[in-house]
């Protein structure tokens, strides 16, 4: 069965720097997304994309924060200086148009 | 404004028991209604949606799930609890018209006592 995959399953980084959380789709899928969850909080929706650019986004998703697809596989979420409480867990998502969510194990970032 | 409550952060449940995990739901439109479950370290798992058609919707696992648009829930059901069905379970909503982002829940924290 298909399935959305995530690297790293772990990162950890000082406060300011920039990561990249990577992300590879499920094939057919057209529609990709970022969500977050901070540890014992509720899963909260970053971003949406589609046809290269993106169709929604949240308060969250601030001039920080950036998504690519750089090539025909994989879909990445960049944050541009990490601040502490960006430590979280990001998920990545991929779907047909207006159909079910599929989500990746998720990227556990941790910003000292 | 498009919002999901489960109230129980914890649910306790003797195997063998019928199991209910709560969700409410509030949006402006339709709603698309799911169910995901989360094993430790691991990611979201879908287990069953409502769309449209009947209220019951039956998923993964041997989970239904019961749409009632007057209470506007969507409570998570198994008539027989396994103890490998202990994780944490999120509701979510979307919008039938109004983008894909989904709304989730708090998550309730499942336990089946052997």
């Known amino acids: 069965e298909p399935e959305v995959t995530q690297t790293p399953s772990h990162q950890v980084t000082q406060m300011g720097q920039e990561v990249i959380l990577r992300c590879v789709p499920i094939?057919?899928?057209?529609?990709f997304y970022w969500y977050r969850q901070i540890l014992g909080q509720k899963v909260e929706f970053l971003v949406s994309?589609?046809?290269?650019?993106?169709?929604?986004k949240s308060e969250i998703f601030d001039d920080q924060f950036s998504v690519e697809r750089p090539d025909g596989s994989n879909f990445t979420l960049k944050i541009r200086s990490t601040k502490l409480e960006d430590s979280a867990m990001y998920f990545c998502?991929?779907?047909?148009?207006?159909?079910?969510?599929?989500f990746g194990p998720g990227t556990r970032l941790l910003v000292l | 404004a498009q919002s999901v409550a489960q109230p129980e952060d914890q649910v306790n449940v003797a195997e063998g028991n019928p199991l209910t995990v709560k969700c409410t739901y509030s949006?402006?439109?339709?709603?698309?209604l799911f169910w995901y479950v989360q094993y430790p370290n691991r990611g979201l798992q879908f287990l069953l949606k409502?769309?449209?058609?009947?209220?019951l919707v039956k998923g993964s696992y041997g989970f239904e799930a019961e749409f009632n648009k007057s209470q506007t829930s969507f409570h998570l059901k198994k008539p027989s609890a396994l103890v490998s069905d202990s994780a944490l379970y999120f509701c979510?909503?979307?919008?039938?018209?109004?983008?894909?982002?989904?709304?989730f829940g708090t998550g309730t924290s499942l336990t089946v006592i052997p």
């Open positions: 998502a991929s779907s047909e148009p207006k159909e079910t969510q599929y």
């Open positions: 094939s057919n899928h057209l529609y």
């Open positions: 994309f589609y046809n290269n650019e993106i169709s929604e």
């Open positions: 949006v402006s439109g339709n709603p698309y």
């Open positions: 409502y769309i449209t058609g009947d209220n």
């Open positions: 979510a909503v979307r919008d039938w018209y109004t983008g894909n982002q989904f709304y």
